[in-house]
Nanobody, 123 residues
Framework: QVQLVESGGGLVQAGGSLRLSCAAS????????VGWFRQAPGKELEFVAT????????YYADSVKGRFTISRDNAKNTVELQMNSLKSEDTAVYYC????????????????WGRGTQVTVSS
C-alpha cells in the first residue's frame, strides 16, 4: 500500500502563486510516477501534471503548461506542484495520485490517491 497526503492548498488572488506538496509513504518503490489531478465543482476529474520517480520525466496538461511546474524529491518521497499565474479556472480540489503502470495522463491507471486539497483562486 501507498499513502499520499497533500498539503499547501488555500485561497489566492488571480495572478498569484501556490505550492502544493504530496508526501508519499509505504511501498512507494512499487510506483513509477506521481501525478496531480483536479476536480472543479460540477466537472470531471482532470489531469494536471505528472512526474516519474526514476527519470524525472514530466508531462503537463495544455491548460497549465508554462504556469505549473512539477518536481520530486526521491530522498524525501515528496512531489511538489508549483503553480504560478493562477487563474479563476484553476479553482478545484487537487489530488495527488501514484501510478504503478499505465498511461501517465489517465486517472483510471492511478492506483493510490490522496484526499485532496482545495485551491481557490479569486478574480
Amino acid at each position: 500500500q501507498v499513502q499520499l497526503v497533500e498539503s499547501g492548498g488555500g485561497l489566492v488572488q488571480a495572478g498569484g502563486s501556490l505550492r502544493l506538496s504530496c508526501a508519499a509513504s509505504g511501498r512507494t518503490f512499487s510506483t513509477n510516477a506521481v501525478g496531480w489531478f483536479r476536480q472543479a465543482p460540477g466537472k470531471e476529474l482532470e489531469f494536471v501534471a505528472t512526474i516519474t520517480w526514476s527519470s524525472g520525466s514530466t508531462y503537463y496538461a495544455d491548460s497549465v503548461k508554462g504556469r505549473f511546474t512539477i518536481s520530486r524529491d526521491n530522498a524525501k518521497n515528496t512531489v511538489e506542484l508549483q503553480m504560478n499565474s493562477l487563474k479563476s479556472e484553476d479553482t478545484a480540489v487537487y489530488y495527488c495520485a501514484a501510478l504503478t503502470k499505465g498511461t501517465l495522463t489517465v486517472a483510471a491507471y492511478y492506483d493510490y490517491w490522496g484526499r485532496g486539497t482545495q485551491v481557490t483562486v479569486s478574480s
